[in-house]
Each structure stands twice: as structure tokens, then as C-alpha cells.
């Protein structure tokens, strides 16, 4: 059963891919190419360059416009999410990430067709899960897996030109099956480009190819008492009874119990942590990993440096996650 962090976590993610789909609907953000400039909560987002090259604007409310218009938003947007990841990682994208979300998806799916998450995958998942219930592997869910890519893939697409042309003529044109050639050539690339990304990449994408995620990771390495995922290591003996519960669970393939640094593309989904809740429920030390973060983050951070610096005692007291 899912935990309620994981509740939430579909709940901020769900409402987050509904967003990323209907703002362009709603032009809460969109950018119009047939008028040239940006669309934002209804406004048209422009910075009166138009008007100074006409002579209707001056110098001073162009650079105004700038300013405001421009240069502040970025500032904010960017500012922001540096401090946040900083702080705490790559939380947009375990928790809001609408490519994150069909990576999660596919990734259940796929488990339930191959016993593996990825199809780059070495080894099958044990058919055993943390808490205890059984997922055996059935290719009878080769269809959904397949049905499931090409239909995140042509969401993805249609939602994306959506973000660059009126809503109003796409979802029109797609209805009314008058696409001109120029939309129904950008879907169908875009709807193959996201498939097959889906299949075969799609966690891959999020390690290596998103700069999103890419300076986040970067934000976050910068900061050594940074949230991130513990691992209480002088009770490490205790992992020999597992069968690596939380390195099977993590949708990003990675070894919870690494080394910050082998943990760059983490994306604090906190599956692992609750994996390890889970397998030793008996343990009345409790879990081996958790969030943590100030001086009982500096041991995952300071081994990335070769350091052993001592876990505070309280840092893995208590069974809670
Ligand atoms: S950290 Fe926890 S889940 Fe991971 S191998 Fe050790 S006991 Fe198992
Ligand atoms: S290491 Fe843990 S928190 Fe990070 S992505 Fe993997 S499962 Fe999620």
C-alpha cells in the first residue's frame, strides 16, 4: 500500500501534469507564434520593443519594460528554484515533473511485463516487494506498455505545439481533422521522438539529457547539509537479510546508499527510504535510510571528498521517515 508521502507525491504530480497540459488552454503560459510574444495569465507579455522601433515607446519605458518585464521574472524563476534545490535537491522533479510522472508510470508498467523498470536493466527485480506483496512478471502487459509510451508521447506533442500556437485552432484542427501540413508534421515527429524516448530512455533523459534537472543537481551539490537520502552506515550489517529492497524500488536506477556524488540525479521520490522502512519493520533500531539533512548530511556529502566525518547520534533515531 502506498505510503502517505507517496500519496501525496501522485496527488502534486497528477495536479501537476493537468497544469502543464491546460495552460496553454487557459493562457495561464503560452507563447503565441502567430503573435510573437508570450502569453501569461491572460496578458500579452510583450516588452514594447515593437512600439520604441515605431517611435510610439522611449528609451526609458523600453528599458522599463526590460527590466520588469523581463530581466525580473527570469531573476525571480531562476533565483527560486536555485534556492529551493540548493536546499533540497531535485524536488520538482519527484514531486511535480510531468515527464517524471510517465517516467514512473511506464516504469510500474514495465515491471509488470519484464520484472525489470528499465528494458536497460541487468538483472529481474525480485518478485517479492518491500512490504511484503508479490508482482510477478506477465507479458500480457506488453500491450499496455507499448499503448501506454504512445499515449503519454502524442499528449506530450499535441501539448507542446499547444505552447507555441492558439489551443483553440489545434485541439480544432485535431477534432475536425484539418491539421495543416506543418502541426500534423510536428505531432507525428514529436509523437515519435516522445515514444521512443519512452520505451527505451526515459529515465536516461532525466539523468543525462534535462538541464532542469541537470542544474538542480548541480545547485544541490553545492550545498553539503543539503535534504538528501541517509544511509545509516555503522548498522550496514543489517542489509545482508535484504535483497537490496532499496536499490530495486528507485525510479532513477540509482544506489541509495552511495556516496552524494553517485546520487547526483536523485530525485527524492523517498521510494528507497520507505523500501528500507518496510524490509525491517522488525528492526527496533528501525530504518537504515532516511532524509536527512544540516550536520547529518555531512557524511554523505563528505565521502564524496574521501572524508568519514561521525553520523551525530540522533541523525537515525526513531523508525519514522
Ligand atoms: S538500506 Fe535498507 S533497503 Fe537498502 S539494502 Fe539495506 S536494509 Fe535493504
Ligand atoms: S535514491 Fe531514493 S529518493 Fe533518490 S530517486 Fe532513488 S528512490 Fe528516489
Redesign the pocket.
Known amino acids: 500500500m502506498a505510503s502517505s508521502i507517496q500519496r501525496y507525491r501522485l496527488l502534486t504530480q497528477a495536479a501537476f501534469f493537468i497544469l502543464f497540459a491546460l495552460a496553454p488552454v487557459f493562457d495561464l503560459f503560452r507563447i503565441d507564434l502567430n503573435l510573437k510574444h508570450l502569453i501569461f495569465f491572460g496578458m500579452d507579455w510583450t516588452l514594447g520593443v515593437d512600439d520604441f522601433v515605431a517611435g510610439k515607446a522611449g528609451v526609458a519605458q523600453v528599458t522599463l519594460n526590460l527590466l520588469l518585464r523581463g530581466m525580473l521574472p527570469i531573476a525571480l524563476i531562476v533565483g527560486g528554484g536555485v534556492w529551493v534545490s540548493w536546499k533540497y535537491g531535485r524536488l520538482y522533479c519527484g514531486w511535480l515533473c510531468p515527464h517524471f510522472s510517465v517516467v514512473e508510470t511506464l516504469n510500474n508498467l514495465l515491471r509488470r511485463a519484464t520484472a525489470k523498470q528499465s528494458v536497460w536493466d541487468r538483472h529481474r527485480l525480485p518478485e517479492r516487494n ?1 512490504d511484503g506483496s508479490e508482482t510477478k512478471a506477465n507479458p500480457a502487459y506488453w500491450p499496455l506498455v507499448v499503448g501506454m509510451s504512445l499515449a503519454f508521447a502524442f499528449v506530450w506533442a499535441v501539448v507542446l505545439l499547444t505552447y507555441l500556437l492558439p489551443p483553440a485552432e489545434i485541439y480544432g484542427n485535431l477534432w475536425r481533422g484539418t491539421l495543416t501540413r506543418n502541426q500534423a508534421v510536428f505531432i507525428t515527429a514529436a509523437t515519435v521522438a516522445f515514444f521512443v524516448e519512452f520505451l527505451f530512455a526515459r529515465h536516461l533523459f532525466c539523468r543525462f539529457g534535462c538541464a532542469i534537472g541537470l542544474f538542480q543537481s548541480l545547485a544541490w551539490m553545492g550545498n553539503r547539509k543539503a535534504l538528501v537520502i541517509g ?1 545509516d552506515r555503522r548498522r ?1 550489517e ?2 545482508a ?7 530495486n524500488v528507485c525510479p532513477m536506477r540509482l544506489k ?2 552511495a556516496i552524494k556524488r553517485h546520487m547526483f540525479t536523485c530525485t527524492q521520490c523517498n521510494r ?1 527510504a520507505e ?2 522502512s518496510q ?2 519493520i522488525a528492526n527496533s533500531e528501525g ?3 532516511k532524509w536527512v539533512s544540516n550536520e547529518c548530511a555531512l557524511d554523505k556529502s563528505a565521502r564524496d571528498f574521501g572524508h568519514r566525518v561521525d553520523i551525530p547520534g540522533h541523525c537515525y533515531r526513531g523508525k519514522e521517515n
Open positions: 518491500p544511509f550496514a543489517a542489509c537479510s535484504c535483497d537490496a529492497a532499496c536499490d541509495p546508499r528507497c523500501a528500507c524490509v525491517q530504518t537504515l535510510l
